[in-house]
């Protein structure tokens, strides 16, 4: 019996990653290939083939950053910018969601520096994120203050704390073994300790 229980066990560990790995795979690209895809559907009379939608999106999206380059079409896009950046309402969810992707996709990408911060009145620490350097653009007394995300285990909730300058020590972690080692409650750590021992 207990053999039994240790293989549906490992069977467990083994295949539910896989499963949930493929299922989040299948769901984006199903989400990604139905942006353009469901427009298309129709002029393909039944013979529309999964993926073309989702190749569409990318070419849409690389000409426009193309377009966006050249002077003309720069232009009318930054007209495009402004206006929404002066909209009550859809300018903050615009600022948000621009200043989002922009730290994960632009010349200077947040999450990039691992910061150690010390728990106040505690010899305990926490691994948090260097999200911005720059504060006293958003209220000048925290110019030597830096904000930190940190996430919160198995969620991808978190808080954001801003934080002295010298209360925080950048550590070189990479950002993704980091977020994995917040994220797992720390186990991935244990995890590659388990296979390094073996």
């Known amino acids: 019996m207990k053999t ?15 499963i949930l790995v493929i299922y989040v795979i299948y769901k984006t690209f199903m989400f990604l290939d139905g942006l353009l895809g469901n427009t298309l559907k129709p002029y393909f009379r039944g013979d529309y083939i999964p993926g073309i939608g989702l190749l569409t999106t990318i070419i849409v999206i690389t ?47 947040s999450f990039s520096k691992v910061a150690l911060v010390v728990i106040p009145g505690t010899e305990m620490r926490s691994l948090g994120f260097i999200t911005s350097e720059q504060l006293e653009d958003f209220y000048s007394p925290l110019k030597e203050h830096v904000a930190v995300y940190i996430p919160q285990t198995f969620q991808v909730a978190g808080f954001t704390f801003l934080i002295p300058k010298d209360q925080v020590e950048i550590i070189n972690v990479k950002p993704e073994d980091a977020m994995k080692f917040v994220l797992s409650g720390g186990m991935t750590s244990t995890a590659k300790q388990k296979e390094k021992n073996v």
């Not at 039994?4 to 896989?18: R, S």
């Not at 402004?82 to 621009?98: D, G, L, M, N, W």
């Open 4 to 18: 039994i229980l240790k293989n549906f066990i490992n069977g467990i560990l083994t295949i539910v990653p896989i």
């Open 63 to 109: 000409l426009l950053g193309w377009l966006s380059t050249k002077y003309f079409t720069g232009k009318i896009i930054k007209l495009i910018d402004r206006f929404f950046e002066k909209i009550p309402v859809v300018k903050t969810i615009y600022s948000v969601i621009k200043d989002t992707v922009q730290s994960f996709l632009g010349d200077k990408k």
